[in-house]
């Protein structure tokens, strides 16, 4: 037996009113969106929850050779091929971190690095949510392995 219940209005209409919808939804979610007026400049503060947050991925070859190719892309233009705080854009930008200093991170738990990485701070844009947490990690366990022995 024909089913002819697609004949019926609401069926042709529907999807005009959900594109009415999703326009509408979108419109409201874009404003949302906004970034909230700059708080004025504070002391950098990491919470002590996220220096405490333990690393959960062993710096081992693998996750080197992942934070070593996200470092190419999101990092190497501000501290440098090798690290050392001198890429392309840190003509503009200063005290970029030397990663190869071994002082450099010592007194910072992963949990402060990963926090940094994923928050930005000073000059250095965030990571925010582009980034998977893991990802993360691999970045945290690569610039510790930057640091000259
Ligand atoms: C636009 C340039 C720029 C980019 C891109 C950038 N950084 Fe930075 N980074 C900085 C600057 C500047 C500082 C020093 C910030 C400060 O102390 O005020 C810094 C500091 C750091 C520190 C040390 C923070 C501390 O307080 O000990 C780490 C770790 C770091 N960056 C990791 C990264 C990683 C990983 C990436 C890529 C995902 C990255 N940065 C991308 C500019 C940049």
Known sequence: MKNNLSNHAIFKKAPLALLALLVFGFGLWA???QPPAKPPA????IPPEAAAKVNPVKPGPESLAKGKKLYG??????HGK???GKGDMAT?????TDFTNPDALKNRTDGELFYVIRKG???MP???DRAKDDDIWHLVNYVRSLAKK
């Open 126 to 128: 965030p990571e925010g």
């Open 73 to 78: 892309f999101d990092c190497e233009m501000c």
């Open 42 to 45: 504070t002391e950098y503060k």
């Open 121 to 123: 701070k000073g000059e």
């Open 82 to 84: 090798n690290g050392d």
């Open 92 to 96: 503009d930008i200063k005290n970029v």
């Open 31 to 33: 404003q949302q969106d």
